[in-house]
């Protein structure tokens, strides 16, 4: 039972993160049905950001509270991350909206790609330690333990998942959102700007991406160039597995995800005894994405809807 409560935990956690980078795509996805695949190096780049400003400000102003230089590096990384993801919309994608869908989804790997590159020449290659900056003590949750940093994750996904849940449904921006999904030349006619909720939708899903990004490296206590591919993957996987398009899918195919995660690769190092392990996690992700798109390829929330003419 300890075992079993401690991978929940760290499936919580995990899911966590898939989760608020698979509202990245699943919004995008909604309004113009482009799968951005470089959504996962705005991650990387929120957190190798965040890093800078850490290792900045522990050099610059000694002393300083450890919560204060994340909030800070924090607030940075939205800013820089938020900023790339409206100018990769502006550049990218704008030009390609109208194109055949195979178009902007070539750009997209491309723009991965770049950034990739571009983070390797900025910061170099080599794997950066993340400083800790909140209590490192443990504490102990009914036989199983967990982590200040691992609280904070908690919380914030939370607190973020309300605030852009409240956002969507109950403001004027998340109604031109829900009208430029639904139908952009009607939304326009109503008064609506498309290209401006467009990159409204971009940036937000930036913002999500960055916090996802920096609980990543203070969750496992490392930054590199590449470190967005993978969770970016996993996160595409959690939006299909809850529908893609669908707020609430997302979520719940990113916490489902994270348990499923979790469960499987500590459950497979149990029983074989350390040989296989969190190292071969990955493949659980992947082989519910190939079940899903067998079985069920809108989703569990998604909507089954028949082509048109």
Not at 71 to 100: D, H, M, T
Not at 260 to 266: P, Y
Request: glycine residues 12%; hydrophobic residues 55%.
């Amino acid at each position: 039972m300890e075992v079993f409560l401690q991978q929940i935990i760290n499936g919580l956690v995990l899911g966590s993160m898939y989760a608020l980078v698979a509202l990245g795509y699943t919004m995008v996805y909604g309004i113009i049905g482009l799968i951005n695949f470089a959504h996962g190096e705005v991650l990387m780049v929120g957190a190798i950001t965040s890093w800078t400003i850490i290792v900045w400000m522990q050099d610059a102003m000694p002393g300083t509270p450890g919560w204060l230089i994340l909030l800070c590096s924090l607030l940075i990384a939205f800013v820089v991350s938020g900023a790339l993801n409206f100018s990769i919309e502006k550049i990218a994608y704008r030009p390609l909206r109208n194109s055949p869908r195979l178009a902007p989804l070539i750009t997209a790997i491309g723009v991965s790609i770049l950034l990739q590159t571009l983070a390797m020449i900025i910061w170099k290659p080599n794997y950066k330690p993340y400083p800790t900056l909140l209590p490192s003590e443990p504490l102990h949750l009914g036989g199983a333990v967990i982590t200040v940093t691992q609280i904070f994750i908690l919380g914030a996904t939370a607190v973020s998942l309300a605030i852009l849940m409240y956002l969507v449904n109950y403001t004027k921006l998340g109604r031109a959102m829900r009208a430029t999904a639904e139908n952009p030349r009607v939304a326009a006619l109503m008064g609506v700007k498309p290209d401006t909720v467009i990159s409204a939708t971009f940036i937000i899903g930036a913002v999500l991406a960055a916090l996802a990004g920096v609980m990543y490296a203070s969750n496992y206590g490392t930054v590199q160039h590449t470190m967005g591919f993978l969770p970016g993957l996993k996160a595409f996987t959690a939006a299909v597995f809850g529908g893609i398009g669908n707020l609430g899918g997302a979520v719940l195919g990113g916490i489902l995800l994270g348990l499923i995660e979790a469960i499987g690769g500590g459950y497979l190092g149990t029983w074989t005894g350390g040989v296989l392990g969190s190292q071969y996690s990955d493949i659980f992700a992947f082989i519910v994405l190939i079940f899903v798109l067998t079985l069920r390829p809108s989703g569990l929330l998604g909507e089954r809807v028949a082509d048109r003419a």
